[in-house]
T-cell receptor, first 115, second 116 residues
Framework: AQKVTQAQTEISVVEKEDVTLDCVYE???????LFWYKQPPSGELVFLIR??????QNEISGRYSWNFQKSTSSFNFTITASQVVDSAVYFC????????????FGTGTRLQVFP | DAGVIQSPRHEVTEMGQEVTLRCKPI?????LFWYRQTMMRGLELLIY????????DSGMPEDRFSAKMPNASFSTLKIQPSEPRDSAVYFC??????????????FGPGTRLTVL
C-alpha cells in the first residue's frame, strides 16, 4: 500500500534560519512520482516540485532544495534562509504510475517563520 | 494564463439543503480531480475524471455526493442533502494527462463549505 508520512506536525523557526521538512513514503511500485505542495494561510495549494523515481538528483530552486533518497524512501525539503513569507503548511504527496494519477498526501507540516 | 477556477469560494448553508460546487479546469487539461480537506482526514481524493469520464469514485463518501463533468471545461460536485459533517474545503485540480506517467495536478483556490 502507498503511504506518505510527514512526522513533523509543526516547526517554528526564526527568520534566516535553515529548515528541513521531512517526508518518508511507502510504495511497492518501482515507478512513482513525488510532489511537494505549499498551502499558505490564504488556503490555496501551490505546486512546488515533481520528481520521478528514476531521477535521484537533488534539485535546487532559489532558497528551496530537495533531497531524494530512494535508499531511505525519503524526499526531504529544505528552505535556506527562511523568510516570514515561507510560513505555510507543506504537503508531500506520492503517485504511483498506474495511470490513475491518484495523489496520496501526507498530513502536512506547518512551518511558522517568526521575524 | 488562468488557473483552475472554483465557485463559490465560500458557501454557508443549512443542513438538508442541496449544495453545488463548480470547477473550471485549466484549458487543455484532460484530467480533473475533486478533493476534500478536513482537519480530521486531511486531503482526500473524492473522484477523478479523465476526458470527462469518471475513472475512480471510490473516495466519494456516500450517495449524497455526486459529481459530473458534462464537458471538458466544467465540472460540478453536488451534495444533497448536506450535513454538518460535510463542512470542509473542497478543492478541484486538473492535470494535462499527457499519457506518460503522472502529470502535475494544479489546484484551484478551493470552496470553503459550512453546513449549519
Amino acid at each position: 500500500a502507498q503511504k506518505v508520512t510527514q512526522a513533523q506536525t509543526e516547526i517554528s523557526v526564526v527568520e534566516k534560519e535553515d529548515v528541513t521538512l521531512d517526508c518518508v513514503y511507502e510504495t511497492r511500485d518501482t515507478t512513482y512520482y513525488l510532489f511537494w505542495y505549499k498551502q499558505p494561510p490564504s488556503g490555496e495549494l501551490v505546486f512546488l516540485i515533481r520528481r520521478n523515481s528514476f531521477d535521484e538528483q537533488n534539485e535546487i530552486s532559489g532558497r528551496y532544495s530537495w533531497n531524494f533518497q530512494k535508499s531511505t524512501s525519503s524526499f526531504n525539503f529544505t528552505i535556506t534562509a527562511s523568510q516570514v513569507v515561507d510560513s505555510a503548511v507543506y504537503f508531500c504527496a506520492l503517485s504511483e504510475a498506474r495511470g490513475t494519477d491518484k495523489l496520496i498526501f501526507g498530513t502536512g507540516t506547518r512551518l511558522q517563520v517568526f521575524p | 494564463d488562468a488557473g483552475v477556477i472554483q465557485s463559490p469560494r465560500h458557501e454557508v448553508t443549512e443542513m438538508g439543503q442541496e449544495v453545488t460546487l463548480r470547477c473550471k479546469p485549466i484549458s487543455g487539461h484532460n484530467s480533473l480531480f475533486w478533493y476534500r480537506q478536513t482537519m480530521m482526514r486531511g486531503l482526500e481524493l473524492l473522484i477523478y475524471f479523465n476526458n470527462n469520464v469518471p475513472i475512480d469514485d471510490s473516495g466519494m463518501p456516500e450517495d449524497r455526493f455526486s459529481a459530473k463533468m458534462p464537458n471538458a471545461s466544467f465540472s460540478t460536485l453536488k451534495i444533497q442533502p448536506s450535513e454538518p459533517r460535510d463542512s470542509a474545503v473542497y478543492f478541484c485540480a486538473s492535470s494535462l494527462d499527457g499519457g506518460v506517467g503522472t502529470d502535475t495536478q494544479y489546484f484551484g483556490p478551493g470552496t470553503r463549505l459550512t453546513v449549519l
